[in-house]
């Protein structure tokens, strides 16, 4: 059972380089999320998508772009990478929206990116 | 102020011991996630619960509402347990989803 399959594991971009994080699940969810982790911080979200053909921002989206490809995958877009974007990134999944239902999320196993 | 806040920020127990971490909020919820990180970085939820206690394995969770506080307990601790266990709530007025704590590292020596 794969569940929630993140790519790629680490990552190093120059300042102004893009990239995207592929993030995929095989659970059937609906709603899923990227997530952003500094140390001494809690998680912070980047953006969520409620269900297929819709996102929406969270805590943090600046510097970022996402797209809900379909109901399996959700990818995140750094246009131009700076140093403040150096950060594990975190993929979940749930099955409804985990603001409104006992719905528990699922997570990658994560994206080390440095920005140099 | 944190909304979320955990305690200890770190815990160093040998193996055997009983281990509580805790988690205090300032808004109000309607559920309360307990996750645990593993040093390769996964995050595998553990419970979500919005009152009394649950229990899974060694792992107990409890949560008062009134007092706006919840404990996770590990009965007869082991070094597999070391991790980062965090605590998340869902507020009841928010578009965020989910409000983290910073976590607590949990390091359990044999």
């Known amino acids: 059972n794969a569940g929630v399959t993140q790519t790629p594991k680490f990552q190093v971009l120059k300042t102004g380089q893009s990239m995207t994080l592929q993030c995929a699940q095989d659970m059937n969810h609906n709603s899923m999320y990227w997530y952003r982790q500094d140390p001494g911080m809690g998680l912070r979200l980047i953006y969520y998508s409620a269900s297929e053909g819709t996102t929406d921002k969270g805590e943090v989206p600046n510097g970022y772009n996402v797209s809900r490809l379909n109901k399996r995958e959700f990818s995140l877009r750094l246009e131009s990478a700076a140093p403040s974007q150096t950060s594990v990134y975190f993929c979940?999944?749930?099955?409804?929206?985990?603001?409104?239902?006992?719905?528990?999320?699922?997570f990658g196993n994560g994206t080390r990116l440095t920005v140099t | 102020k944190n909304e979320v806040e955990q305690s200890p920020q770190n815990l160093t127990a040998q193996e055997g011991e009983f281990i509580t971490i805790n988690c205090s909020y300032s808004?109000?919820?309607?559920?309360l996630h307990w996750l645990q990180q593993h040093p390769g970085g996964g995050i595998v939820s553990l419970f979500m619960?919005?009152?009394?206690?649950k229990k899974h394995g060694r792992l107990i969770a409890t949560i008062n509402i009134q007092e706006k506080h919840s404990s996770l307990h590990i009965t007869a601790s082991h070094p597999r347990d070391s991790a980062v266990y965090i605590c998340?709530?869902?507020?009841?007025?928010?578009?965020?989803?989910?409000?983290w704590g910073a976590g607590t590292k949990l390091i359990i020596k044999p």
């Open positions: 808004v109000g919820i309607s559920a």
């Open positions: 619960l919005s009152s009394g206690k």
């Open positions: 998340a709530v869902r507020r009841m007025d928010s578009n965020y989803q989910l409000i």
């Open positions: 979940a999944s749930s099955e409804l929206l985990v603001r409104s239902s006992n719905s528990p999320l699922h």
